[in-house]
Each structure stands twice: as structure tokens, then as C-alpha cells.
T-cell receptor, first 111, second 111 residues
């Protein structure tokens, strides 16, 4: 059974600090990795996708992928209260059409 | 405006009743998906469709049915066989095996 694991949190971070969210996956052959943000009562929205080892930066967000250790992380710099949400990690499954989802980490940014 | 629409936003089901959730997309995406999300949980795949007139069961297809008669539309029927249907239902679409984009969701409640 392929799995994606995330710490459920909540992760509490002071405003302006760096928030670090982690995700591990079980399938060594996975190739596509995604971070989604979900506000309470809303649908998930894509934050970042990453396919190669290393870092990928987009504004205040940086995704980090380490295939050898089978983990992917998301860093949020200069955290804002509006970043408070649940962050979902997703990894491609057996079929490239299917994603395997983690249960999400709830992030709280304290003013 | 390109996007994915779901209706209704809220749906109430009486015991023994079948109900149908609508999902429409005008992104010209080939693939469409239905997920179920329970409180504090990740997304679980119900059905997905890669092309018109073809669809595959996901992890929790029992008690649900779908059709894909048009590229733009992928309705989900929650049948009376689904004994615990209360959940947040999310429809998504993607171009081939690329990033999935979500509609706003339908919240189904049992009377």
C-alpha cells in the first residue's frame, strides 16, 4: 500500500518566521510531487509542484525534494496570518492519473 | 473565465435516496476525478476518468456511480447503498497526468 505521511499538527509559527512542512512517501519510483493549500471549508489550491531533486522557489515558498530519502518539504518564508491553513502533500501513484494524498498538516501563524 | 464548477454547494439526502452531484469544466482537460474528504482527513479517490465514455474505480467506489458522456462533464451519483455519505465532495480535472485543479466542492449532509 503506497503511503504519504504528514505530521497532522497543528504547527504553530510566529508571524514573520519560517514555516517548515514535511512529507514522506513510500514509493521509491514516484516522480511527481505537489503541495496544495486548503483553507477551512474550501477546496485545495496548488502551491507548488516539483519533479527533480533539489529546491524550487516561487515567491515566499520553496519546495525541497530528496528522492534518496523519500521526502519532500515546503518552506514558507516571512509567514503571514493568511498562510494559516492545512497543507496537503500529494505524490503520483501507480498511474500518472492518480495522486496519493497525505492527511495534511494544519499550520497556524500567530500574529 | 476558465474553471471547474460544482453544484450544488450544499446537498441534503434523505435515507434511501440517490442524489447526483454536478461537475463541469471548461479547461479542455482530458482527465476528471471525484474525491471524498472527511473531517481531518486527506482526499480519497472515488472514481476517475481519462477520456470520454471511460472511467475507473478509485479506492472507495462502492455506493457511488459516475458517467462521462461529455468531455466537460463528470457527474457523481451517491446511491442509497452508500451508508455513510456525509462528507465534502471534490471534483478535479487535469490535462493528461499533470497537475490536478479542483472545483469549489459540494457538502453532502444526511437528513
Amino acid at each position: 500500500q503506497k503511503e504519504v505521511e504528514q505530521n497532522s499538527g497543528p504547527l504553530s509559527v510566529p508571524e514573520g518566521a519560517i514555516a517548515s512542512l514535511n512529507c514522506t512517501y513510500s514509493d521509491r519510483v514516484s516522480q511527481s510531487f505537489f503541495w496544495y493549500r486548503q483553507y477551512s471549508g474550501k477546496s485545495p489550491e496548488l502551491i507548488m509542484s516539483i519533479y527533480s531533486n533539489g529546491d524550487k522557489e516561487d515567491g515566499r515558498f520553496t519546495a525541497q525534494l530528496n528522492k534518496a530519502s523519500q521526502y519532500v518539504s515546503l518552506l514558507i518564508r516571512d509567514s503571514q496570518p493568511s498562510d494559516s491553513a492545512t497543507y496537503l502533500c500529494a505524490v503520483n501513484g501507480d498511474s500518472n492519473y492518480q495522486l496519493i494524498w497525505g492527511a495534511g498538516t494544519k499550520l497556524i501563524i500567530k500574529p | 473565465d476558465g474553471g471547474i464548477t460544482q453544484s450544488p454547494k450544499y446537498l441534503f439526502r434523505k435515507e434511501g435516496q440517490n442524489v447526483t452531484l454536478s461537475c463541469e469544466q471548461n479547461l479542455n482537460h482530458d482527465a476528471m476525478y471525484w474525491y471524498r474528504q472527511d473531517p481531518g482527513q486527506g482526499l480519497r479517490l472515488i472514481y476517475y476518468s481519462q477520456i470520454v465514455n471511460d472511467f475507473q474505480k478509485g479506492d472507495i467506489a462502492e455506493g457511488y456511480s459516475v458517467s462521462r458522456e461529455k468531455k466537460e462533464s463528470f457527474p457523481l451519483t451517491v446511491t442509497s447503498a452508500q451508508k455513510n455519505p456525509t462528507a465534502f465532495y471534490l471534483c478535479a480535472s487535469s490535462r493528461h497526468q499533470e497537475t490536478q485543479y479542483f472545483g469549489p466542492g459540494t457538502r453532502l449532509l444526511v437528513l
